[in-house]
């Protein structure tokens, strides 16, 4: 059984900067298509970024140029780096993999301004 564990959330001031992580269990990242998402009240849950099992990475428009996402095989453990967080960075963020459309429980970002 998979199974994603992420942490790293809290509260910070705009501009400010979090390391979200997310340890899996059960399966290979090496071998896995890995994302992070993010819902905020109210609105759906929306992709952030992926990174596959050969290191590629993409990362959407609005979080271009500040977010970082990257992985640790040997600790089967993917990051999102946060750097310059706005206030609308603020929503639950939440681990998946999408081989067997696992999702971890969500790790909580609020920013402050």
């Known amino acids: 059984q998979v199974q994603l564990m992420e942490s790293g959330g809290g509260l910070v001031q705009a501009g400010g900067s979090l390391r979200l992580s997310c340890a899996a269990s059960g399966r290979g990242i090496n071998i896995s298509t890995m994302g992070w998402y993010r819902q905020a009240p109210g609105k759906q849950r929306e992709l952030v970024a992926i990174i596959t099992s050969s290191g590629s990475t993409k990362h959407m428009d609005p979080v271009k140029g500040r977010f970082t996402i990257s992985k640790n095989n040997a600790q089967n453990t993917v990051y999102l780096q946060m750097n310059s967080l706005k206030p609308e960075d603020t929503a639950v963020y939440y681990c998946?993999?999408?081989?067997?459309?696992?999702w971890g429980q969500g790790t909580q970002v609020t920013v402050s301004s």
């Open positions: 998946h993999m999408y081989e067997v459309t696992s």
